[in-house]
C-alpha cells in the first residue's frame, strides 16, 4: 500500500502528470527510495523519505514526505520539495540539516527551497547529515515539527543519478 501511495503522490508532483507512466522503483536504502517517472518524454528520477516523527503528536499531519528530483538539464541540478497533508500558513518554513539552515517557501500543502541558488548546497547537506529536521506552521496556526534521518540518501540518489543521466 505504501508504494502504491508514494506512486501517487509521486505522479501528482510531477508537472505533467496526465502524460506520466507509473512511476518505477529505483532502489530503497533505509529510509529512503528512488523512482523513475516520465515527463515530456523524458526520464524524471526522484528520492523521498517520510518523516520519521511529527510533533505535535495529537495533530493529524497528514502523509508528510520531503522529496529531491534529480534534473537532468540546466544549471541546477536538483530540485527539493516538501508535501504535508494540510495547508500551510504563508509563512517561510525552517529546514535545518545538523544545524545548517535553510528557507522554504510554500504554496497549499508543498514548500520549495525559496533560493534555486541554494538547492546544490542543499543535496550535499542531505547527503553529508544525519537528520533533517523542518518547522512550519499550518494555516491554522499550529506549529509544527518534522525529522527526516538522512541515512540512506546517498545510496538512492546515487541510483536516481545512474537510471536518469
Not at 541558488?117 to 553529508?128: S, T, V
Request: charged share 25%; proline share 2%; hydrophobic share 40%.
Amino acid at each position: 500500500m505504501r508504494l502504491v501511495s508514494t506512486a501517487v503522490a509521486i505522479v501528482v508532483l510531477s508537472s505533467t502528470c496526465a502524460l506520466a507512466q507509473s512511476p518505477r522503483l529505483i532502489g530503497t536504502s533505509d529510509s529512503w527510495s528512488a523512482w523513475k517517472d516520465y515527463a515530456n518524454k523524458s526520464e524524471v528520477c526522484y528520492v523521498y523519505s517520510d518523516a520519521s516523527s511529527k510533533l505535535p503528536q495529537h495533530l493529524d499531519h497528514g502523509r508528510v514526505t520531503l522529496f529531491v528530483r534529480r534534473l537532468s538539464q540546466g544549471k541546477v541540478r536538483t530540485e527539493a520539495s516538501l508535501q504535508v497533508g494540510y495547508e500551510f500558513a504563508p509563512r517561510a518554513i525552517r529546514i535545518a540539516v545538523d544545524g545548517k539552515r535553510f528557507t522554504m517557501i510554500a504554496r497549499g500543502r508543498h514548500a520549495w527551497l525559496r533560493r534555486t541558488d541554494r538547492e546544490a548546497e542543499f543535496a550535499r547537506a542531505l547527503k553529508n547529515g544525519r537528520v533533517a529536521i523542518v518547522e512550519a506552521t499550518s494555516r491554522r496556526g499550529n506549529m509544527t515539527t518534522y525529522s527526516f534521518p538522512l541515512k540512506g540518501f546517498t545510496a538512492v540518489m546515487k541510483k536516481a543519478r545512474r537510471s536518469c543521466r
